[in-house]
């Protein structure tokens, strides 16, 4: 099998560790996990969901770090090999766009996403302190502009695909309310200018056991012949609180909001210490990966316990094989 990854990226200093030979699972970690810790700044409580791209000749990234006085703000950082971080201690300071733009108040778990010339951030973001899908865009990882708000408040997990579909960019985007929402599908919105968005479509709700209580999109779909390939998590509401895994789900390449393969089991759920102890326990949570187009190898960076961020690994070959025989379509 050899799945020709699209419109892809050739990245031949991908953070990569090759599999374990005892190792018989899609997905493996990195041997030398958390990548990021979450006294990785002096000022940090923890630093996790956090996006990662291809910058110069290295890589950049949003962060998301809760401060010691639990503030949650987005940070900046650069580095040379993805998995040595110089972040800075400093929150990004948007320029809004227009002065009607409200200020910003917090923002969690962004998703970066190049289009075009430049760098789309995506996060959850206060509108009088209720969520909804915050945008900016960068050249640099250094000054950042803010543009209007996807949507009305609540919601959550704002993910662009990289390029135009039909003539319209599209997001994906999971409603909610205002609290730890107990609900959740995932849906598609569609737009000709990253401001107006309609064309609102439904993608797929909470199916398996492992994902009963919600899910969300995860990172940004990848590109391939067979369709776009989406990580995206389940939530299972335990006697102890929720558990956040991770899966796959392959979307129709030309109408992405519908699903042709998505996994009945989950590729990776909370198992590890750093991913079941922290602030909130049992989550692993992806909001990046990085795919050499060359390879097929594809590295994402996730969220551990609300605490720390962590790497893992896998191949696309592997991942659409997997889904082949393990969906539950």
């Known amino acids: 099998m050899n799945v020709k990854i699209i419109n892809g990226t050739s990245i031949p200093n991908l953070p990569w560790q090759e599999k374990p030979a005892d190792c018989t699972d899609v997905i493996w970690r990195y041997a030398d996990n958390p990548v990021i810790g979450r006294n990785h700044l002096a000022?940090?409580?923890?630093?996790?969901?956090?996006?990662?791209?291809?910058?110069?000749?290295?890589f950049a990234?949003?962060?998301?770090?809760?401060?010691?006085?639990?503030?949650?703000?987005?940070?900046a950082g650069f580095s040379k090999d993805g998995i040595n971080w110089d972040i800075s201690p400093e929150r990004i300071e948007f320029i809004r766009e227009n002065d009607e733009i409200q200020p910003f108040q917090y923002g969690y778990d962004p998703r970066v996403c190049f289009i075009g010339d430049r760098y789309y951030v995506t996060w959850c973001n206060a509108l009088d302190w209720k969520p909804t899908i915050g945008m900016?865009?960068?050249?640099?990882?250094?000054?950042?502009?803010?543009?209007?708000?996807?949507?009305?408040?609540?919601?959550?997990?704002?993910?662009?695909?990289?390029?135009?579909?039909?003539?319209?960019?599209?997001?994906?985007?999971?409603?909610?309310?205002s609290g730890h929402t107990p609900f959740g599908d995932i849906f598609l919105s569609q737009s000709h200018d990253l401001t107006y968005w309609g064309k609102h479509r439904h993608v797929m709700a909470p199916a398996m056991p492992w994902e009963s209580t919600k899910i969300g999109a995860g990172p940004v779909p990848i590109e391939t012949e067979r369709g776009w390939l989406l990580f995206y998590h389940g939530v299972l509401t335990s006697c102890n609180g929720f558990v956040y895994s991770?899966?796959?789900?392959?979307?129709?390449?030309?109408?992405?909001?519908?699903?042709?393969?998505r996994g009945r089991e989950y590729l990776l759920s909370p198992q590890l210490p750093y991913e079941c102890v922290g602030d909130v326990p049992n989550v692993t949570f992806p909001c990046a990966c990085l795919t050499d187009a060359d390879t097929g190898r594809i590295a994402i960076y996730y969220g551990c316990a609300d605490t720390c961020t962590a790497l893992c690994f896998t191949i696309v070959d592997d991942v659409i094989a997997w889904l082949d025989t393990h969906s539950q379509i």
């Open 246 to 261: 991770f899966s796959a789900a392959l979307l129709d390449p030309e109408k992405p909001w519908k699903v042709l393969k």
């Open 136 to 177: 900016a865009y960068t050249f640099d990882f250094r000054t950042f502009y803010q543009t209007e708000n996807a949507f009305l408040p609540f919601n959550r997990n704002g993910v662009l695909f990289p390029r135009k579909i039909g003539g319209s960019y599209m997001m994906l985007s999971r409603p909610s309310d």
């Open 43 to 58: 000022m940090s409580n923890s630093i996790f969901n956090s996006a990662v791209v291809p910058f110069a000749d290295g």
């Open 61 to 75: 990234g949003v962060f998301r770090v809760d401060d010691k006085a639990r503030n949650m703000e987005l940070h």
